[in-house]
């Protein structure tokens, strides 16, 4: 009896890699990405799905000279191209990112009219039981962890 590495179990995918394939090259955001990282769709799903499946794999990294990069038809960023892709990261700005929700498009309504609320409005007190003893019954009540209500 052989076993492949006892100490460390493989763990990946819950479902059939044919299903998630599929799923992602319908995805609409994942086309995005495989964009905005200059892969080809198919490769860039391979790729995904070869983390997918073995969550304890490390990502890969190679540290290239600039001009190695060229010679091998590349254009290098410089320091300040790099530290302008990361700020558009942190905006949302970048496709496939999240959306930068200090820009988005939707307004609150500030009235708050009809919508529960903690507070009271401007000007007017919270209301309460106004009988002393029924305040009272309340405060004992809130000491003790009760909500008030019947409990099944």
């Known amino acids: 009896m052989t076993q492949e590495n006892p100490a460390k179990p493989k763990r990946g995918l819950k479902r059939p890699i044919e299903v998630v394939r599929a799923e992602l090259l319908k995805d609409p955001e994942t086309k995005k990405i495989a964009a905005a990282v200059s892969m080809k769709l198919e490769d860039y799903v391979e790729l995904v799905l070869k983390y997918a499946q073995d969550k304890d794999k490390e990502p890969e ?17 410089s320091a300040q191209d790099a530290a302008n892709i990361i700020v558009k990261g942190m905006k949302g700005e970048l496709p496939g990112s ?24 401007q000007g007017q007190a919270p209301t309460g039981p106004q009988d002393p003893a029924a305040q009272k019954a309340l405060q004992d009540q809130l000491k003790r ?3 008030g209500g019947n409990r099944v």
Not at 112 to 120: C, T
């Open 61 to 77: 990294l190679a540290v290239v000279s600039d001009e190695e990069l060229k010679k091998n038809g590349f254009n290098p960023l």
């Open 98 to 121: 999240p959306p930068d929700f200090d820009s988005s498009k939707f307004t609150q309504d500030k009235s708050g009219a009809g919508k529960p609320s903690l507070n009271a409005p």
């Open 145 to 147: 962890g009760g909500s």
